[in-house]
């Protein structure tokens, strides 16, 4: 009997002690973020993926192209689509829970995050030459960031003034926990803004490579953080520095304008593009509530023909004038009839943003 | 230490003896002569036991001629028989409705409910087997006290909302556990589609012997962290061995809409719009002008008068077969059944077709050893119906002007000028199909290890396959301009083991212990795999290898693992006081790592007055018992991940880079519940009244809540336990036998209240959205609506008006013109007041029938396209008819304002489409005769046979105006009561026949 007391009792230890180590289960579309950023590889897919949001519909896949033209669309383009949060950036009335402000300011700020998580890391990389240069790529991508913010949510460069009015936070530092993601950070003056967006633009520059081949062809070479560097100037006024750095990207060659003027947006990395973000068919802004051709074309199938261009505009072309003839056409999908943009007419089309 | 402890315990409730033999035979039968299968036959204090055979007969050995036989049955009066010299007994069972000696499956165990000290609801096979139920859960509607039911929608194999006392979370899941089996299975939708699926819908009614309700915490804690939304515990019907039995049923019928809805007639329509036309703020329109303007169609000058709404609809009907073999010897035991069911919704285009197959195998090795399985297999294919929040939603289709035509008259093809998209057009050049097959299967084996010490292990299995493929044509909205086609497969693998001991004691006369103790491992894992092909040759080609461009493609996987320890003890002192405490250690890989591992007990006390000696001899209470219980429950639906801070995927172009997803504490664990239950059970005049009363409260805390962040550090919110709520409310279940005699008559009623408040969300509200008025914030319940308080029309000008918070009217501009603050308000609660339901079952000889009540009181329903169908013209929606009633002139006493194209008048989100969503349901009447057993044997040679006939949703009285008031249209977690073109529930009529050879 003790022995069969003693049998029972060893069967339920092991029975019970047995499961424990099966609660270890990690997820499989994701990794944990202590092992994200361990090696050089780690940091260049890690710049990838800021580019990745750089791509979506909150930056430059939509918001970053078509905010501005709503902004200035008098006599140029009409919003009449459904989302009322274009159209009270049309009508220069939006209110505090404006879904597309809000979704940039989101956007920008996580690019910003992945970016200062990268420079944060940046001792993982052993080779030196390479390390310098994802420095500069990820000052690029926060700098680019930076800039679009200040022009988005703060008054302009006031060329006379001090500039001394609020501008964005400036975040500098990685966020990757409870602490660091949970600092409450005022907003910078304007000028301190355009301070740090300039360091990390020319730190850029200095430090990028002059080109990328094949399908990295997206990311930023120090032409790109140039070029960056004249729409600040051309902001701040300096017209004299815009005039010389322009200058200098010109007389590099390495850049000549398309023949066809339809091909800078429809044809993938032309020679005349100097930053350029692609869609294919799987990886794109969106085919029904988001992205360029989504809201501008008119095609069979394609498009929902939200922004028309307005007569005042087309009128100012001679009719035999490219920009006419080959960016404009008329409307034959949703909304038919209207005269349309003709930069953005597929989905798995590319677009640039400079 | 843990091995040691569990060592520890199980020597405490080890007990040494030997048992000597004494053999007893007897035959059970019901009072008229039916021999009765699977009566439990126990020998009093001990776990021995045995249940008939098909004949009616057992067999048992008793330790000595003192012993007592207790015999219960569901439905049937318990016996206890003392055995003497006695050793062949012919038993009757009389009938009895009470709960009181019913045997309540509990997790891990059974118990008599007499002796309970926790809150169960049980509801028996006879209780519905007769109806023809969508899925098994329907019918616990109006049945179960304590659980809210509502079925969201009439669509076929759609999710349902099933709430057990209340709503205990406002992130994480809010639906039960359902354990069947032993296996905690798969409940959760696994479909892509927006609106949720409903995995049960693929488990055949016929197989299920019971559904047991966990309530309080004495009686769910036993599954810790996964019990805060109570447990359903299902059970399967298993055969008691004997001659073999075949019982064949067939049931066949009709379905409709509860309730079709009036619209405008093209009279009306052109009438209503001319006046809208002529009186818009954008000055004196034409009304056809403006109709050829928006539709580019002329209709308006020619003479179709369609009526839109009904094209939503179909002829639904069911087909159900059913056949099972039962019996078995001394030794094995089996029952294998088949069934084939065939249901076409009421909605064109939705149906859902069921086979499924099943053997449940006992058998006995020894004395002392017995092992059995449970295999089942399904395959189930549901057309599903776009969600309601499509515009290829069949019941959208209301909103197209009656003055267009369906059809074009010239070609025969759908006419593709209507107002909004045609979306018939989907139902004829496209298809929507999941196809699900599914195992539910598992084996055990039992070591009855001495008399009262018994150890099971379990080993089960929920292995389900979803195959979604969905195509739509050229001619869809959606699928234009050249094919769509989407596949999706998804399969998800459940697998669990218990292990637990049972022991089972009468120490002296004065003190009787029951103890569990055991082990509980659970694992799940999904993985899918889907596609999205465009541009097809033509719509012959559907599959995904015949299109030209693949625009989608996926494939992921997720799981999750329970490691759990649970103990459990009863005991019974001088046969009125009662104690129990359980209790259950679960750890768990969707917990955070510093907090891997949550104790959940309970403690419980219950005293049976009735065994007083002043209480004893009363001629009119025969049963009194008073019970409190309370203890913690969790609730572990928090995401499989949610603790981690993870990096993901995205893409440019063709190039992958990672990002960081998400933010996470490593201490994010269950939400914990803390339950109070008190309850009293009474029997009066020998149980011809019985009724069973409790009131609960639950506190949760550690509510899992989106802390918001400021977005500038690259997150906008983190994952905290943060919240509390509560729930509180009373449920009484009242049985009666009205008559006994040779006509019988009885009654069963409940009814069951939950007060929900959120007492703690960190100061923040969740909104429902733009268009819902569903929102969440302290110290109101759970989905209140908030919003702009309608008031009517100014019978001066026409105008619709607002209260504001002030209460003073203000017409619609001037209402726009106040602060936010002065405008918004609560306009209404889609809680209800209360609900159950009330049962009447008479039968005389043969003839039964069975009326079965379901109510719910006092919930508000917004009727969330009321902006497009029922504004008065606005736009170029058909209205609904009431809208005819509009403001014509200065004095106009009504509540449809003027109506005024495109100006918006009293179209904002308000109350104005806000109703009382109360009614009363005649949910289930069933007809049935048995035809008299003697000359069915004689002159059929079959053992019985019965037919019937039977109705679901017969009549529903209600003020609400919509399709049906039991609607739900999904629009995530925070708007209940809201209603969006979601189709009625349908009215099923069926005429069955069940025989036994």
Same mark, same amino acid.
């Given at each position: 009997?003790r =022995?069969?007391i003693?049998?029972?009792?060893?069967?339920?230890?092991?029975?019970?002690?047995?499961?424990?180590?099966?609660?270890?289960i990690?997820?499989?579309?994701?990794?944990?973020? @202590?092992?994200?950023?361990?090696?050089?590889?780690?940091?260049?897919?890690?710049?990838?993926?800021t580019y990745?949001?750089l791509?979506?519909?909150?930056?430059?896949?939509t918001n970053l192209n078509?905010?501005?033209?709503l902004?200035?669309?008098?006599?140029?383009?009409?919003?009449?689509?459904?989302?009322?949060?274009?159209?009270?950036?049309?009508?220069?009335?939006?209110?505090?829970?404006?879904?597309?402000?809000?979704?940039?300011?989101?956007?920008?700020?996580?690019?910003?995050n992945?970016?200062?998580?990268?420079?944060?890391?940046?001792?993982?990389v052993?080779?030196?030459d390479l390390?310098?240069?994802?420095?500069?790529?990820a000052?690029?991508l926060?700098?680019?960031?930076?800039?679009?913010?200040?022009r988005?949510?703060?008054?302009?460069?006031d060329?006379?003034?001090?500039n001394d009015?609020a501008?964005v936070?400036?975040?500098?530092?990685?966020?990757?926990?409870?602490?660091?993601?949970?600092?409450?950070?005022?907003?910078?003056?304007?000028?301190?803004?355009?301070?740090q967006?300039?360091n990390?633009?020319?730190?850029?520059?200095?430090?990028?490579p002059?080109s990328?081949?094949?399908?990295?062809?997206?990311r930023?070479?120090?032409?790109t953080?140039?070029a960056?560097l004249? !729409?600040?100037y051309?902001? &701040? @006024?300096?017209?004299?520095?815009a #005039?010389?750095?322009a200058?200098?990207?010109?007389?590099?060659?390495?850049?000549?304008?398309?023949?066809?003027?339809?091909?800078?947006?429809?044809?993938?990395?032309?020679?005349?593009?100097i930053?350029?973000?692609?869609?294919n068919d799987? =990886?794109?802004?969106?085919? @029904?509530n988001?992205?360029?051709?989504?809201?501008?074309a008119?095609l069979?199938?394609?498009?929902?023909?939200?922004?028309?261009?307005?007569?005042?505009?087309?009128?100012?072309?001679?009719?035999?004038?490219?920009?006419l003839t080959?960016?404009?056409?008329?409307?034959?999908?949703r909304?038919?009839?209207?005269?349309?943009?003709g930069?953005?007419?597929?989905?798995g089309q590319?677009?640039?943003?400079n | 230490?843990?091995?040691?402890?569990?060592?520890?315990?199980?020597?405490?409730?080890?007990?040494?003896?030997y048992?000597?033999?004494?053999?007893? #035979?007897?035959t059970i039968?019901?009072?008229?002569g039916?021999?009765?299968?699977g009566?439990?036959?126990?020998?009093k204090?001990?776990i021995q036991?045995?249940?008939t055979?098909?004949?009616?007969?057992?067999?048992?050995?008793?330790p000595n001629?003192?012993?007592?036989?207790?015999? $219960?049955?569901?439905?049937?009066?318990q016996?206890?028989?003392?055995?003497?010299?006695?050793n062949?007994?012919?038993?009757?069972?009389?009938?009895?409705?009470?709960?009181?000696?019913?045997?309540v499956?509990?997790?891990f165990g059974?118990?008599?409910r007499?002796?309970?000290?926790?809150?169960v609801?049980?509801?028996?096979?006879?209780?519905?087997?007769?109806?023809?139920?969508q899925?098994?859960?329907n019918a616990m509607?109006?049945r179960s006290?304590?659980?809210?039911m +509502?079925?969201g $929608?009439?669509?076929?194999?759609?999710?349902? =909302?099933?709430?057990?006392r209340?709503?205990?979370s406002?992130s994480?899941?809010n639906?039960p556990?359902?354990?069947?089996?032993?296996?905690?299975v798969?409940?959760d939708?696994?479909?892509s589609?927006?609106?949720?699926?409903?995995?049960?819908?693929?488990?055949?009614?016929?197989?299920?012997?019971s559904?047991?309700?966990?309530?309080?915490?004495a009686?769910?804690?036993?599954?810790?962290?996964?019990a805060?939304?109570?447990?359903?515990?299902?059970?399967t019907?298993?055969?008691?061995?004997?001659?073999?039995?075949?019982?064949?049923g067939?049931?066949?019928?009709?379905?409709?809409p509860?309730?079709?809805?009036?619209?405008?007639?093209?009279?009306e329509? !052109?009438?209503?719009?001319?006046?809208?036309?002529?009186?818009s703020?954008?000055g004196?329109?034409v009304?056809?002008?403006?109709?050829?303007?928006?539709t580019?169609s002329?209709?308006?000058?020619?003479?179709?008068?369609?009526?839109?709404a009904?094209?939503?609809?179909?002829?639904?009907?069911?087909?159900?077969?059913? %056949?099972?073999l039962?019996?078995?010897?001394?030794?094995t035991?089996?029952?294998l059944?088949g069934s084939?069911?065939?249901?076409?919704?009421?909605?064109?285009g939705n149906?859902?077709d069921?086979?499924?197959?099943?053997?449940?195998?006992d058998?006995k090795i020894?004395?002392?050893?017995?092992f059995?399985?449970? #295999?089942?297999?399904?395959?189930?294919?549901?057309k599903?119906?776009?969600?309601d929040?499509?515009f290829?939603?069949?019941?959208?289709?209301?909103a197209?002007p009656?003055?267009?035509?369906?059809?074009?008259?010239?070609?025969?093809?759908l006419?593709?000028?209507?107002?909004?998209?045609?979306n018939?057009?989907?139902?004829?050049?496209?298809n929507?199909?999941?196809?699900?097959?599914r195992?539910?299967?598992?084996i055990?084996? &039992?070591?009855?290890?001495?008399?009262?010490?018994?150890f099971?292990?379990?080993y089960?299995?929920?292995?389900?396959?979803?195959q979604?493929?969905?195509?739509l044509?050229?001619?869809?909205?959606?699928?234009g301009?050249?094919?769509?086609?989407?596949?999706n497969?998804?399969? $998800?693998l459940?697998q669990?083991?218990?292990?637990y001991?049972?022991?089972q004691?009468?120490?002296?006369?004065?003190?009787?212990?029951n103890?569990?103790l055991?082990?509980q491992?659970?694992?799940?894992?999904?993985?899918?795999?889907?596609?999205?092909?465009?541009?097809?040759?033509?719509?012959?080609?559907?599959?995904?290898?015949?299109?030209?461009?693949i625009t989608?493609?996926?494939?992921?996987?997720?799981?999750?693992a329970?490691? $759990?320890?649970?103990?459990?003890?009863n005991t019974?002192?001088?046969d009125?006081?009662?104690?129990?405490?359980?209790?259950?250690?679960?750890?768990?890989?969707?917990?955070?790592?510093d907090? !891997?591992?949550?104790?959940?007990?309970?403690?419980?006390?219950?005293?049976?007055?009735?065994?007083?000696?002043?209480?004893?001899e009363?001629?009119?209470?025969n049963?009194?018992?008073?019970?409190?219980?309370y203890?913690?429950?969790?609730?572990?639906?928090?995401?499989?991940?949610?603790s981690?801070t993870?990096?993901g995927?995205?893409?440019?172009g063709?190039?992958?880079?990672?990002?960081?997803? &998400?933010?996470?504490?490593?201490n994010?664990?269950?939400?914990n519940?803390d339950?109070?239950?008190l309850?009293?059970?009474?029997?009066?005049?020998n149980?011809r009244?019985s009724a069973?009363?409790?009131?609960?409260?639950?506190?949760?805390?550690?509510?899992?809540?989106?802390?918001p962040?400021?977005?500038?550090?690259?997150?906008?919110?983190i994952?905290?336990?943060?919240?509390?709520?509560s729930?509180k409310g009373?449920?009484?279940?009242?049985?009666?036998?009205n008559?006994?005699g040779?006509f019988?008559?009885?009654?069963?009623?409940n009814?069951?209240?939950y007060?929900?408040?959120?007492?703690n969300?960190n100061?923040?509200?969740?909104?429902?959205?733009?268009?819902?008025?569903g929102?969440?914030?302290?110290?109101?319940?759970?989905?209140?609506?908030y919003?702009?308080?309608?008031?009517?029309?100014?019978?001066?000008?026409?105008?619709?008006?607002?209260?504001?918070?002030d209460?003073?009217?203000?017409d619609?501009e001037?209402f726009?013109?106040?602060?936010?603050?002065m405008?918004?308000?609560?306009?209404?609660?889609?809680?209800?007041?209360?609900?159950g339901?009330?049962?009447?079952?008479?039968?005389?000889?043969?003839?039964? %029938?069975?009326?079965?009540?379901q109510?719910?009181?006092? +919930?508000?329903?917004?009727?969330?396209a009321g902006?497009f169908?029922?504004?008065?013209?606005?736009?170029?929606?058909n209205?609904?008819?009431?809208?005819?009633?509009?403001?014509r002139?200065p004095?106009?006493?009504?509540?449809?304002?003027?109506?005024?194209?495109y100006?918006g008048?009293g179209?904002?989100?308000?109350?104005?489409?806000?109703?009382?969503?109360?009614y009363?349901?005649?949910?289930a009447?069933?007809?049935s005769?048995t035809?008299p057993?003697?000359?069915?044997?004689?002159?059929?040679?079959?053992e019985?046979?019965?037919?019937y006939?039977?109705?679901?949703?017969?009549?529903?009285?209600?003020?609400? =105006?919509?399709?049906?008031?039991?609607v739900?249209?999904?629009?995530?977690?925070?708007?209940?009561?809201?209603?969006?073109?979601?189709?009625?529930?349908a009215?099923?009529?069926?005429?069955?026949?069940?025989?036994?050879?």
């Amino acid at each position: 009997m003790r =022995n069969k007391i003693y049998l029972i009792s060893l069967f339920t230890a092991f029975l019970f002690g047995s499961c424990v180590k099966n609660l270890d289960i990690n997820p499989e579309q994701n990794i944990d973020a @202590s092992v994200a950023l361990e090696n050089a590889e780690d940091i260049r897919s890690a710049l990838i993926g800021t580019y990745a949001i750089l791509h979506g519909g909150a930056l430059y896949g939509t918001n970053l192209n078509l905010v501005p033209e709503l902004m200035g669309s008098e006599d140029y383009c009409q919003w009449r689509g459904t989302f009322q949060s274009f159209r009270q950036i049309m009508n220069k009335g939006m209110y505090v829970d404006n879904a597309e402000a809000s979704r940039t300011w989101i956007a920008a700020y996580r690019a910003i995050n992945v970016s200062n998580n990268i420079i944060a890391n940046l001792n993982k990389v052993e080779d030196e030459d390479l390390r310098k240069e994802f420095e500069g790529e990820a000052k690029f991508l926060r700098g680019a960031m930076y800039f679009e913010l200040i022009r988005l949510y703060a008054k302009p460069w006031d060329n006379t003034g001090t500039n001394d009015g609020a501008g964005v936070p400036l975040i500098l530092t990685a966020s990757n926990d409870e602490t660091t993601a949970s600092v409450k950070k005022g907003r910078d003056n304007i000028n301190a803004v355009y301070t740090q967006i300039l360091n990390d633009l020319k730190d850029a520059e200095k430090n990028l490579p002059e080109s990328f081949d094949g399908s990295e062809r997206f990311r930023a070479t120090t032409y790109t953080a140039k070029a960056f560097l004249v !729409r600040v100037y051309l902001q &701040q @006024s300096k017209f004299a520095e815009a #005039l010389a750095l322009a200058n200098e990207i010109i007389e590099s060659k390495v850049f000549r304008l398309n023949p066809a003027i339809a091909a800078t947006f429809s044809n993938k990395f032309t020679n005349e593009t100097i930053m350029e973000l692609y869609n294919n068919d799987q =990886n794109n802004a969106g085919e @029904s509530n988001d992205g360029l051709t989504t809201f501008y074309a008119s095609l069979s199938g394609i498009g929902r023909s939200d922004i028309r261009i307005l007569a005042p505009f087309t009128d100012k072309y001679e009719a035999t004038d490219e920009r006419l003839t080959e960016l404009t056409y008329e409307g034959v999908g949703r909304r038919s009839g209207s005269t349309q943009c003709g930069k953005w007419k597929a989905y798995g089309q590319k677009y640039s943003c400079n | 230490m843990k091995k040691g402890f569990t060592c520890i315990l199980f020597l405490l409730f080890f007990h040494l003896g030997y048992s000597q033999g004494l053999k007893v #035979l007897g035959t059970i039968k019901d009072d008229v002569g039916i021999p009765l299968p699977g009566v439990s036959v126990l020998v009093k204090n001990t776990i021995q036991g045995t249940v008939t055979n098909n004949d009616g007969n057992f067999v048992i050995e008793v330790p000595n001629t003192n012993s007592v036989l207790v015999i $219960s049955y569901i439905g049937y009066a318990q016996q206890e028989i003392s055995v003497g010299n006695q050793n062949n007994f012919d038993i009757v069972l009389k009938e009895s409705n009470t709960q009181l000696n019913e045997v309540v499956v509990v997790g891990f165990g059974t118990a008599y409910r007499k002796d309970m000290t926790g809150s169960v609801s049980k509801l028996g096979a006879k209780e519905f087997e007769l109806q023809p139920v969508q899925s098994f859960e329907n019918a616990m509607q109006g049945r179960s006290a304590g659980v809210f039911m +509502n079925s969201g $929608s009439g669509k076929l194999g759609q999710g349902l =909302n099933i709430r057990v006392r209340g709503i205990s979370s406002v992130s994480a899941g809010n639906q039960p556990l359902f354990v069947i089996d032993g296996v905690p299975v798969i409940s959760d939708a696994l479909g892509s589609g927006d609106e949720p699926d409903n995995p049960l819908a693929t488990i055949a009614p016929e197989d299920i012997e019971s559904i047991e309700v966990l309530k309080d915490a004495a009686a769910s804690s036993i599954y810790g962290a996964r019990a805060s939304n109570g447990v359903v515990i299902v059970t399967t019907k298993s055969s008691k061995g004997g001659k073999t039995k075949v019982e064949f049923g067939y049931y066949g019928g009709f379905s409709s809409p509860t309730r079709k809805r009036e619209w405008l007639n093209a009279a009306e329509y !052109r009438e209503l719009f001319n006046y809208a036309a002529k009186h818009s703020d954008y000055g004196e329109l034409v009304g056809s002008e403006e109709f050829a303007s928006e539709t580019g169609s002329s209709d308006w000058e020619k003479n179709y008068d369609t009526k839109w709404a009904d094209q939503a609809f179909q002829n639904g009907g069911v087909n159900n077969a059913h %056949l099972s073999l039962s019996g078995g010897d001394s030794k094995t035991s089996f029952l294998l059944s088949g069934s084939f069911n065939n249901q076409k919704g009421i909605i064109i285009g939705n149906s859902m077709d069921r086979k499924n197959i099943r053997l449940n195998l006992d058998h006995k090795i020894n004395k002392k050893l017995k092992f059995g399985t449970n #295999l089942s297999l399904v395959r189930s294919l549901n057309k599903r119906v776009p969600s309601d929040n499509a515009f290829s939603n069949p019941l959208q289709l209301n909103a197209l002007p009656p003055i267009q035509p369906v059809r074009d008259s010239a070609t025969g093809l759908l006419n593709r000028n209507t107002l909004y998209y045609n979306n018939l057009a989907d139902v004829e050049n496209g298809n929507n199909d999941a196809l699900t097959y599914r195992s539910i299967s598992s084996i055990y084996g &039992q070591w009855d290890i001495m008399d009262r010490l018994s150890f099971r292990s379990e080993y089960g299995i929920d292995w389900l396959n979803l195959q979604e493929e969905q195509y739509l044509g050229k001619l869809t909205e959606d699928g234009g301009p050249s094919g769509y086609s989407f596949s999706n497969q998804v399969t $998800s693998l459940n697998q669990n083991v218990n292990n637990y001991f049972t022991y089972q004691q009468k120490v002296n006369n004065d003190l009787e212990l029951n103890a569990t103790l055991g082990m509980q491992f659970n694992s799940g894992e999904t993985n899918s795999t889907s596609a999205t092909g465009r541009g097809f040759a033509n719509d012959r080609f559907k599959k995904i290898a015949s299109s030209a461009k693949i625009t989608a493609a996926s494939s992921s996987g997720t799981g999750y693992a329970f490691t $759990s320890y649970f103990a459990r003890a009863n005991t019974k002192f001088m046969d009125k006081f009662l104690f129990g405490i359980s209790g259950r250690v679960d750890g768990s890989s969707r917990f955070g790592k510093d907090k !891997r591992w949550g104790f959940f007990p309970a403690v419980s006390a219950g005293y049976i007055l009735s065994n007083e000696s002043f209480l004893k001899e009363n001629k009119t209470i025969n049963f009194l018992k008073i019970r409190g219980s309370y203890g913690r429950t969790g609730n572990a639906e928090i995401g499989n991940f949610a603790s981690r801070t993870l990096w993901g995927s995205e893409f440019v172009g063709d190039l992958a880079g990672t990002v960081p997803t &998400q933010l996470g504490v490593s201490n994010l664990t269950w939400e914990n519940t803390d339950q109070l239950d008190l309850g009293v059970e009474f029997g009066l005049f020998n149980d011809r009244l019985s009724a069973t009363f409790d009131y609960f409260e639950k506190k949760t805390k550690d509510l899992l809540l989106d802390l918001p962040i400021p977005s500038a550090n690259g997150y906008t919110f983190i994952t905290k336990n943060l919240g509390n709520l509560s729930n509180k409310g009373i449920e009484l279940t009242v049985t009666s036998q009205n008559l006994v005699g040779k006509f019988k008559w009885s009654t069963t009623f409940n009814i069951s209240t939950y007060k929900n408040k959120i007492t703690n969300l960190n100061g923040s509200t969740i909104d429902g959205g733009s268009r819902q008025l569903g929102r969440i914030s302290e110290g109101k319940p759970f989905g209140y609506f908030y919003g702009a308080k309608y008031a009517g029309v100014n019978p001066d000008n026409g105008n619709a008006q607002y209260f504001g918070i002030d209460g003073k009217k203000y017409d619609q501009e001037d209402f726009l013109s106040l602060p936010d603050s002065m405008q918004n308000q609560v306009v209404g609660d889609p809680n209800p007041d209360f609900f159950g339901g009330m049962n009447n079952h008479f039968s005389y000889k043969g003839v039964a %029938l069975d009326i079965q009540l379901q109510f719910i009181y006092g +919930n508000d329903l917004y009727n969330t396209a009321g902006f497009f169908q029922s504004v008065n013209g606005d736009y170029f929606d058909n209205q609904s008819k009431d809208q005819l009633a509009y403001w014509r002139k200065p004095g106009d006493v009504t509540d449809i304002p003027e109506p005024r194209l495109y100006s918006g008048n009293g179209s904002m989100k308000s109350s104005r489409w806000v109703q009382d969503g109360s009614y009363l349901r005649v949910k289930a009447v069933t007809l049935s005769y048995t035809i008299p057993r003697n000359w069915v044997s004689s002159n059929l040679k079959m053992e019985n046979l019965m037919v019937y006939m039977s109705a679901q949703n017969l009549f529903t009285f209600t003020k609400y =105006n919509g399709y049906d008031p039991e609607v739900s249209t999904y629009f995530g977690g925070v708007n209940l009561g809201h209603d969006f073109y979601t189709p009625p529930q349908a009215k099923i009529i069926t005429f069955g026949v069940n025989a036994t050879f």
